[in-house]
């Protein structure tokens, strides 16, 4: 089991910056790769930005540039760094861990990005 808690959601004006938390606990040493998905309403839950165990990256086309995604293995912690913000960028924003040998995936409960024009 892994618990994952975000923070740092708010509202932004557009071209500003955001900074998003994520604390893991529990089995974290069976964490393969931790990420940030994000759902607008009406929309599926997408892919933002995914950091693997061996410190590879990968994110959205629509974000690169902009965003970056860090972890802090002492703290246990992954960050999405939000630069440069559009209004397209509104969503809640989900932190994700990939679990074990079957990739078993944990959410944490979303927080709310809002980027006004």
């Known amino acids: 089991q892994v618990h994952l808690v975000e923070s740092g959601g708010g509202l932004v004006q557009a071209g500003g910056s955001l900074r998003l938390s994520c604390a893991a606990s529990g089995s974290i040493f069976k964490i393969n790769a931790m990420g940030w998905y994000r759902q607008a309403p009406g929309k599926q839950r997408d892919l933002v930005a995914v950091?693997?165990?061996?410190?590879?990256?990968n994110y959205a086309d629509s974000v690169k540039g902009r965003f970056n995604i860090s972890r802090d293995t002492d703290k246990n912690t992954v960050s999405l760094q939000m630069n440069s913000l559009k209004p397209e960028d509104t969503a809640v924003y989900y932190c994700n861990a990939q679990v074990g040998p079957y990739g078993i995936h944990y959410w944490g409960q979303g927080t709310q990005v809002t980027v006004s024009s």
């Open positions: 950091i693997t165990s061996g410190d590879n990256t």
